[in-house]
């Protein structure tokens, strides 16, 4: 149940990493056009391979690329599980994940906005985040 409040807590960070990921790749791109506008006058080894450093440098920055794109599409995942997750949860118990782990306000929030008792607020965490742990975990 932890693990599930926990990844849960960490929505908005996922969020931040993918707008940073994508932040990332348009600065690759930018670096990748960068250098394709430099020379690349072909070296041959005794094997006949290209060795060209700007072509070697191009093929790291695609291959960087390519890690920041599979990091993304793992945050992306996570996203739609809690998202996923949440479908599953009645008003209340939404409200209070929402709330309490994702927008990291105090329970006096929630306990205000749906007119419960502390007891009961934390009953109703308790209850959605085992509901939520089988779509979660």
Same mark, same amino acid.
Request: glycine fraction near 4%; hydrophobic fraction near 35%.
């Given at each position: 149940?932890?693990?599930?409040i ?9 969020l931040a990493?993918?707008?940073?990921i ?7 791109e930018?670096e ?10 072909? #070296? ?12 070697q ?5 695609m291959?960087r690329k390519e890690?920041?794109?599979k990091a993304q599409?793992t945050?992306?995942r ?11 949860l009645?008003?209340e118990e939404?409200?209070?994940m929402q709330?309490v782990?994702?927008e990291?306000r #105090?329970?006096y929030?929630v306990?205000?906005?749906l007119?419960?008792?502390?007891q #009961? ?5 308790k209850q959605?985040?085992i509901?939520?742990e089988r779509?979660?975990?």
């Amino acid at each position: 149940m932890n693990n599930t409040i926990s990844r849960i807590g960490k929505y908005k960070e996922i969020l931040a990493d993918i707008g940073d990921i994508d932040l990332r790749v348009q600065e690759l791109e930018e670096e990748i056009l960068g250098i394709s506008g430099q020379g690349m006058e072909e #070296r041959t080894g005794k094997t006949y391979k290209i060795t060209s450093s700007v072509e070697q440098q191009a093929e790291k920055l695609m291959e960087r690329k390519e890690e920041l794109f599979k990091a993304q599409a793992t945050k992306k995942r996570e996203l739609k599980r809690i998202d996923n997750a949440m479908t599953i949860l009645t008003e209340e118990e939404r409200d209070i994940m929402q709330i309490v782990h994702i927008e990291h306000r #105090r329970y006096y929030v929630v306990q205000e906005k749906l007119m419960l008792s502390y007891q #009961r607020v934390k009953q109703l965490e308790k209850q959605a985040a085992i509901k939520m742990e089988r779509y979660i975990s």
